[in-house]
Nanobody, 129 residues
Framework: QVHVEEFGGGVVQAGGSLRLSCEAS????????MGWFRQVPGRQREFVAA????????YYGDSVKGRFTISRDGARNTLYLQMSSLKSADTAVYYC??????????????????????WGQGTPVTVSA
């Protein structure tokens, strides 16, 4: 089993920055991709960013391109989301997700929630005006 946990949510002023982190533990050999999604009440969970553990293309949602950046640590079991130029529209609960190597296509983006098997509990981010 894989356990995923997010850290770093909080309140930040519009225009500011915040960094989230996500740690995968347990059978991390079962983790190939990690990514971030976000959700506000009453709306579907939205793709933010994701990439493969072994490198490759990083994908970003259109609403965060140029403002958010994901990165990994040397051990590649921790994923970071650096958020800059934050807007009130970025207010949401941010979820970290992990995908196993099963049926993975290296050229596919995997931006749908159903592509990921493992999820954290989420960390709230509030951007104040």
């Amino acid at each position: 089993q894989v356990h995923v946990e997010e850290f770093g949510g909080g309140v930040v002023q519009a225009g500011g920055s915040l960094r989230l982190s996500c740690e995968a533990s347990g059978r991390t050999s079962e983790v190939l991709r990690m990514g971030w999604f976000r959700q506000v009440p009453g709306r579907q969970r939205e793709f933010v960013a994701a990439n493969r553990k072994d490198g490759g293309i990083t994908y970003y949602g259109d609403s965060v391109k140029g403002r958010f950046t994901i990165s990994r640590d040397g051990a590649r079991n921790t994923l970071y989301l650096q958020m800059s130029s934050l807007k009130s529209a970025d207010t949401a609960v941010y979820y970290c997700a992990a995908k196993s190597p099963s049926f993975d296509n290296p050229v596919y983006a995997y931006t749908d929630v159903h592509d990921y098997e493992y999820w954290g509990q989420g960390t709230p981010v509030t951007v104040s005006a």
